[in-house]
């Protein structure tokens, strides 16, 4: 299995409240990506990192920044949790060998709960 | 761009029924084809994929063949088990891009 830590796996806060979610690999993959997973909706990525420092927006990216300082960890911060952010989400990575044929692995997941 | 529909679920089987779940694509260049599963709880996990035109991807008695000519990479078992039941994702990689596109999932209900 592949080494990918996400904590805190469940979570509840208040609106208006900041939250920070942690992605940790043990892989030294290049590729970090953070998803939401809602009912209806399937995954949607939210933000993806391509190497230390470098970052991009995905999909649903309002109301989310993200920061790779290590290869090893991607955080994803809520500024102001909201409860349309009520979600599960979900830490991926990816070596990036072979463009186009190299599998994501996931995360356990973070239920988050923002009342 | 690229897009990956699956068929709606739930799919409701009883123990032993033969699985398809159809995915079809759109996509620029030659896609790589995956299928995800994620149990209850956990994470998605790679259950197969296939890298080229008529290629067949199998695991674990799941098998898909990768269509070109239909656009289409449908998932099928020949036996399901009550384990089987789960979310399965089909997605695609193409164009060097290392961002896939998913379909929303489809829901698998194996009843003893």
């Known amino acids: 299995d592949a080494g990918i830590t996400q904590s805190p796996r469940h979570k509840v806060t208040e609106t208006g409240t900041p939250v920070t979610l942690r992605c940790h690999q043990t892989e030294n993959h290049r590729y970090m990506y953070w998803y939401r997973q809602d009912p209806g909706h399937g995954l949607r990525l939210i933000h993806y990192s391509y190497g230390v420092k470098d970052t991009d927006k995905g999909e649903v990216s309002d109301g989310y920044s993200v920061s790779r300082s290590k290869t090893e960890d991607f955080l994803l911060t809520l500024e102001s949790a909201t409860s349309s952010q009520t979600s599960v989400y979900f830490c991926?990575?990816?070596?990036?060998?072979?463009?186009?044929?190299?599998?994501?692995?996931f995360g356990e997941g973070s239920r988050l709960t923002v009342l | 761009g690229n897009s990956v529909t699956q068929m709606e679920g739930p799919v409701t089987l009883s123990e032993e029924a033969f699985l398809t779940i159809n995915c079809t694509y759109t996509?620029?260049?030659?896609?790589?084809l995956f299928w995800y599963v994620q149990y209850p709880g956990e994470g998605l996990q790679l259950l197969l994929k296939a890298t080229k035109a008529d290629d067949k991807g199998s695991n674990k008695g799941f098998e898909a063949t990768y269509r070109k000519e239909t656009t289409s990479f449908h998932l099928e078992k020949g036996s399901v088990q009550v384990s089987d039941s789960a979310v399965y994702f089909c997605a695609l990689r193409s164009g060097g891009s290392y961002i896939p596109t998913f379909g929303r999932g489809t829901s698998l209900i194996v009843h003893p």
């Open positions: 996509a620029t260049g030659y896609p790589s």
């Open positions: 991926a990575i990816s070596d990036g060998q072979g463009a186009n044929t190299g599998e994501l692995f």
